[in-house]
């Protein structure tokens, strides 16, 4: 299986999801090492890029060993999305994604995420102005609609063709929804047969074997895993998680590792590492212990302490993502 985005092959039609505090450099790397073919960046905002604060800039770090990678840009207002595009065409990547499905209400009262669904005319100018500035193909992401009585991601996917985005992730939920109730697929079918330009298919996906029936079921050309991969970056390997604790232990090593190595901002502290380790055991017995031996540890040695294996190679030297 494979899936071509605007010329970029991806070995992998598995595409780990856009998740604000998780989906950093070290998970990434994590999730592209157990086969993910691309992965992208947390929401970034288009004010911390034009403004150039520090801690949206910290959200740009990668490096060459998570390429294919897509850094996801959000906000509202058409002319600094595009200023946010042009400065971002001076780092690394190879796509750039729109966010326009984001249900949180700090995203949202602002007009951006998934309340852009319900305001298509500022929408298409957004997707403009991007598109206009950008050196890398755009992608989108959008939701089923805003609501159940406005089921409209086929219109607004038609739309954002026109516009020239280069593929659309569609996620099965409304706005209305946010994360509650069940994705419906069959929206997401019907927008891959309103559109020549590949789907990419999200929401409720938890193993790859689903992916794969979803795919084989023409829903969609690719798929997108976000909150199933927490605690189970194996998602994008046919293999699945494995049973034995011995090799979880070695892949949450591994990810400390990498969090130490390519994570240096004081304000992404060892809690964010603790969230994911935390979920790496549940629903093996008896590891309500090992669980609470990670939330109790107080620093990052504490944490390898509980882990007795070795780090492996998954801990890449990091190289310069500014070109």
């Known amino acids: 299986m494979s899936l071509t ?11 780990l999801a856009p998740l ?25 905002s288009c004010h911390g890029v034009v403004y150039q604060q520090q801690k949206t800039l910290s959200l740009l770090k990668s490096c060459a060993e998570e390429r294919p990678v897509s850094f996801q840009l959000f906000g509202a207002d058409p002319n600094i999305m595009g200023e946010a595009a042009a400065i971002l065409s001076d780092w690394d990547m190879d796509l750039l994604d729109i966010n326009m499905g984001c249900p949180v209400k700090k995203v949202t009262r602002r007009g951006a995420g998934a309340a852009l669904m319900s305001n298509p005319t500022k929408a298409r100018e957004i997707i403009r102005q991007v ?20 089921l409209n991601a086929c219109n607004f996917a038609k739309m954002a063709q026109d516009q020239g985005v280069a593929a659309i992730t569609v996620h099965g939920r409304t706005w209305k929804q946010a994360f509650t109730g069940r994705a419906d697929w069959e929206i997401i079918k ?14 409720d996906i938890t193993s790859y074997t689903e ?10 050309d690719g798929i997108m895993i976000g909150r199933g991969a927490l605690g189970n970056p194996w998602v994008f390997d046919p293999q699945g998680k494995p049973d034995d604790l011995s090799a979880i232990n070695k892949i949450a090593r591994a990810h400390i590792g ?24 549940k629903g093996f017995a008896g590891s309500s212990s090992l669980r609470k031996s990670i939330y109790d540890a107080k620093s990052f040695d504490e944490l390898f302490e509980i882990f007795p294996e070795p780090i492996d190679e998954l801990n890449p030297p990091i190289s310069p993502n500014r070109s």
């Open 5 to 15: 985005i605007a010329g970029l092959s991806l070995d992998n039609p598995f595409v």
């Open 20 to 44: 604000a505090g998780y989906s950093d450099l070290p998970f990434r790397l994590l999730c592209k090492s157990l086969g993910a073919g691309l992965c992208v960046s947390e929401m970034i």
């Open 131 to 150: 598109i206009k500035n950008a050196k890398f193909p755009v992608t989108l992401k959008i939701r089923a609609g805003t609501d159940s009585s406005n």
């Open 190 to 203: 019907s927008v891959k047969e309103s559109v020549q330009i590949p789907v990419i298919g999200n929401g």
């Open 211 to 220: 992916g794969k029936t979803r795919l084989s079921q023409d829903f969609c």
């Open 258 to 281: 990498l969090f130490i190595t390519h994570i240096t901002e004081p304000h992404r502290r060892i809690s964010t590492m603790k969230n994911h380790l935390g979920r790496y055991f």
